[in-house]
């Protein structure tokens, strides 16, 4: 098993998905910096809006990273330990003590993939084809307004799936 540094990972991690690609995330460094790049594309649309969505996705991607990086160089000593010193396993000190357990894999579905494609499809079809429109959306501070039922929703999701595990 390979350490990670948790210093290279954080420094890597300055630039979004970065540090996870670093650790072995691959497919998830790769949509932190399709969600950035999404972000930075969108900023003149909405200035109001995308800025404060690009921070947020930069500042949870990065303690992400670094809650990877703590986890994988806990699992690496353990690893060491049960193969340097296996006959430790289930001494007095490790009774009661269980594995550490597997860090989850939250894989995108595609079909969430789709739908935010699809999204962004029609917010560019917005601004270009139908500025006048935009601009009443603008006006209305839609995107403020979605953008805050979409972290309600998201903090429900993330209330709902915690709860299962505990």
Known sequence: MIKKRRWLTFLLAMVPGLGHMYLGF????????IGASLCIIFIPSMPAVFPFALAALWFYQLFDALQKAAWMKVSA???????????????????GMTAPPMYPHDDVNPVW???????????LLLITAF???????????????????ALIGYGFRMLKNNSKVS
């Open 26 to 33: 691959k497919k998830m460094g790769l949509e932190y910096m």
């Open 131 to 149: 500025p006048a429109l935009w601009d009443l959306l603008n006006d209305m501070n839609i995107g403020a307004i979605l953008l805050s039922l």
């Open 113 to 123: 993939v789709g739908i935010g494609c699809v999204i962004a499809g029609i917010l």
């Open 77 to 95: 000593a353990e690893h060491e330990r049960m193969m340097f010193h296996p006959d430790s396993f289930g001494a007095p000190w490790t009774m």
